[in-house]
């Protein structure tokens, strides 16, 4: 309805590539975040050793 108003003028047209570019853009810095992280966590195979506490003696009487 605007566009019956707009006598004269050239129709307007919307790009999407700046958009676009800022979610691949974000996208890439993301999975490089996590591929960094994930490269210097590498514990190289090593297990994980858990340690429980050791429960309380009970004293009987």
Known sequence: M???HRYGQP????????PLAATF???????AY???GSASLDNGGQAVAIVLP???LTISK
């Open 34 to 36: 996590l591929l960094i």
């Open 25 to 31: 853009v974000t996208m890439a810095a993301i999975a």
């Open 11 to 18: 129709k307007r047209r919307f790009s999407t590539g700046l």
């Open 2 to 4: 605007y566009e019956v």
């Open 54 to 56: 050791k429960p309380a």
